[in-house]
């Protein structure tokens, strides 16, 4: 049974940091290209980060900078390292996992920014 977990997430302040993680099972985690996405309310999901199976990095543009994804393939575990929060980072982060026509979401975890 595929799953992935995510936790980490929680009430910051602005100009504060977070260490999501996603912890997968069910799978061959290291051949699967994993990714973060967010949904803030009212909008729809969007690409956060993805880290190939090889270890290429991508970013959305609206977060280069801010964001490290990584992996430990030991761990099945996926990361994101998120830096200077803004209010505006503000939505459910979800954990993907992705393998040619095989997709996998995780059920989100919460992140807010708020003073």
């Known amino acids: 049974q595929v799953q992935l977990v995510e936790s980490g997430g929680g009430l910051v302040q602005p100009g504060g940091s977070l260490r999501l993680s996603c912890a997968a099972s069910g799978f061959t985690f290291r051949l699967y290209r994993m990714g973060w996405y967010r949904q803030a309310p009212g909008k729809e999901r969007e690409l956060v980060a993805t880290i190939s199976a090889g270890e290429v990095t991508n970013y959305a543009d609206s977060v280069k900078g801010r964001l490290t994804i990584s992996r430990d393939n030991a761990k099945n575990t996926v990361y994101l390292q998120i830096d200077s929060l803004k209010p505006e980072d503000t939505a459910v982060y979800y954990c993907?996992?992705?393998?040619?026509?095989?997709?996998?979401w995780g059920q989100g975890t919460q992140v807010t920014v708020s003073s």
């Open positions: 993907n996992a992705n393998l040619k026509t095989l997709n996998y």
